[in-house]
């Protein structure tokens, strides 16, 4: 069967501090693989996805990236943290168009 | 630009009445998910409707694909205080997965 995982569970880091959260995906190759951020009892937004290593298309410009550096494992990144990046981060995977998103089960970071 | 939009955003209710969440673009998907999502978890999914005019039913839920596939609506019926928790749609774009803000759901014993 398949799995996610993603870590770590909580963060609270300093501003101007980097980060760097990882996820990983076991039990299938080659998924789509996602980052999303989100605000207390709101809505998913789309960070970073990809389709395959090395293959990042970025959602929305702002102080993070990602990176694919081997099939099922995706990390989001940070040089420098800003008060603004706190939220409920989430990586998902799925098999492609139309098919199920898988998700992780989350990173709750506190920029302080 | 918020490509999904849901309404309502909030919702309290009675156990035992029933309520519709929409959910509603002026994009049109190749397909459209429904999700329920508790406090501090990933979402889980509850439905992918494919066909425009699609309804399928799971149980209480009943969930219909708009027949331009720009919206979807999903009905409870006879809600129960199991039924709480963020209601998300998403639609797939290509490779994209987009997600709406949500509709928060509270069913009062």
Redesign the interface.
Known sequence: SQTIHQWPATLVQPVGSPLSLECTVEGTSNP?L?W?RQAA??????LF?S?GIGQI?S?VPQNLSASRPQDRQFILSSKKLLLSDSGFY?C?W?R???????????T?LTVV | TQLLEQSPQFLSIQEGENLTVYCNSSSVFSSLQWYRQEPGEGPVLLVTVVTGGEVKKLKRLTFQFGDARKDSSLHITAAQPGDTGLYLCAGQLYDKVIFGPGTSLSVIP
């Open positions: 789509n996602y999303y009892g709101r809505g998913l937004q789309l996805y389709v298309s959602e989430l998902a799925n492609g168009m139309n098919t199920e998103a898988f998700f992780g089960q989350g709750r």
